[in-house]
Every structure is written in structure tokens, then in C-alpha cells.
């Protein structure tokens, strides 16, 4: 049953019942699903319900922390089971080279006017063929200020023994490619690194950052935020709109963000319709939904991220101007898209990133 139903029909709400509708129930028929795979907490329930009303469905979410874990969950079957999943920029092309998405029908999409000129046909993707760009935003340190004073904005706050001798932290888990080009950039090699080399230098210099005393593991960016929010640990690789997020709801306060200088990562997550979607059309209707102009400026104002969508402007929250969300000129020259990975070099790269993770 959807959330709306259940919501109509629960505790609380008496249903006037007819002796006619009491005889003869209506036959069971099975109601239209979204099976929506979203990353963690990235979605408002105003806009799940707003679709369910829009679409006479229900819908039905699973949640993951990264690419990794969405990848393997399709290749296990996922790409039967769920109708749109939000893939970051570099996995856009990984994830249609493995057969696991499909090429959408723009036809169905008439609201792909609204984004931007620059994400209507962004190098990752040519044309959005496969995907719909959903949010964009920054990967960087998260620290507790209470902790750590004033720290270089370098990678060194993870790399450098010297920078936080004492205090627990965290390195990204996921795909692998965030917390290797972190390394790599630290070792200035940049962060989008691609030879053999610079990521076999990148990973010795992860096994020696493990075997620190107060490193305490490989947690997503997701689930990082919330560590630092419980003080669990003082350091972190962070997504920025999970920042934001916090700093919204007071929960975070006590954290600070920054983009190293070495550089690091600026992505876009995006919509795609696995290949064997139980009900394609139902999910080209929540793509094209997402990106009306008022959903367009709800999704930001909730999630805290930046909006690819041009129409919804006007109606975005101010905090989305600041620099946390929008990255200054300055920034940019410290940003750089993950690299897209396919065939001998990704098995080079995973290999390199399971021995790490050993
Ligand atoms: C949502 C985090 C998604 C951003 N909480 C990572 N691409």
C-alpha cells in the first residue's frame, strides 16, 4: 500500500462502509510501483507524496551510501527490481558499459528544457542519453571545531600524522575512487588520477594512514556526517549539502567543511532507468516530475544541494547561494570530475582498491 493510502486509511480515520461494499469487496489488483533506489536521505517526503497523489501509485524506496553499493545491488539483480537509481557522474557510463541502465526516452521528458544549457549535454553523459542530472555538489573534509583548531584546508588533516595526532577519523569507503584520489592529490599527483602507478603510491600511503592508532575506518559520506554529528569520530571525507543539511536543522553546528587545496571532487548525481525496470514509463514520468520548476526548487530546499534545474531559480532557498553549496571562482580551480573507468583499468583500480581495503 502507498504511504498516501496508508496515511488515509489508518489509525484514526473512520471509513463509512455500505453493505453492498461489504458483500462484494472489489477484486485485489496490484497497484502501480515506483521502485525508487536513492542514495540515503536525499529525497523530502512532501515530493513522494505530492508523485503518489501525481501518478495514482505508490512508491516504494530502498536507500544506499554509494556507488559501489548500487552497483553491486544491480548487478545482483537490482536492474529487475527498481525503476530509477541515482548514479554520480563518473558511473554514468561504467554502469550503461556493464548493461545495466537503459538509454532514456527524451520524448517523455518534456521538462528536460528546464535544466540548465550545461547539464543538458555534460561530458560524462553526451545528450543525457542515459541519465537526468538530479543535484550536484562538493566532496570534502568535515571536521568537529571543538576538536581540531583551526587545520590547514589540506588532505593532510587525513594523511599527515602530524596534522591530527590524536584525534579518531574516518576515510571514505564506497567505489574507492573519492578516498584514492584524495591520496593522490595529497601526494600531488592530482585527484583525478589515472595511471597504475600514482594509484599503487596513492594506496601505500592509505595502508600506512590505516595502520595509524586513531584512524577508525572506512565509512560513506552519508554516514560519516552523521558520526561527526554524534561525535564519534573528528575527521571525515563529507559530501557538502549533507553539511548544509545539518547546519539547517542545528544538528551539525559544531562541524566545519573545506575543499583541500590539493583539490578534490565536484559530481552530479543523476536519474537512469535500469535496463529491466519493472515499469520504465512510471519512472520517465517521476524524471520528468523531479524536474518540474516547483519540485525542481523543493528537492534542493530540502536536501541542501545544488540544483541543476534552470526554471527552479526563483524559487530556491538563499543559504543555497552561499559558498558551501556554490562553489566560488576560486573553488572551481580546485574541482575536478572523478574519472570515468572501464575495462582493463578498472580491474587494475579495484584490485588496487580491494587490497587496500584488506
Ligand atoms: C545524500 C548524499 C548524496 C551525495 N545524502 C553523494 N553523491
Redesign the pocket.
Known sequence: MSRLKSLLLGAGCTIALTAASLMAPPPAQAEPTLNLFN????IPESMITEFELQCGCAVNETDY?S?SEMEAKLKAGGDSEFDVV?P?SYYVARLAAEGLIQPLDHSQIPNFKNLYPKFQNPSYDPGDKYSIPY?W?T?GIGYLKANIKNPPHSWGLIFNPNDNTSYPFTMMSGSGQDTIGAACAYLGYGFNCTTESDWLAAAKLIKQTEARKNFSGFVD??PE?DQLKAGLNSVGMV?N??IA?SYADGTGLGINYFLPKQGTEI?V?TMAIPTHAPDPQLALEFINFVLNAYQGAELSNF?D?ASPNQASEPQLASNLQGELITPTPADYKLLHFLPPLSGHQLQVFNAIWAAVKQ
Open positions: 542514495w540515503s536521505d536525499y551510501d556507488n541515482v554520480s543535484q555538489g566532496t559520506g552519508t556526517r559530501f549539502g549533507d543539511e559530481w548525481d536536501n544541494y
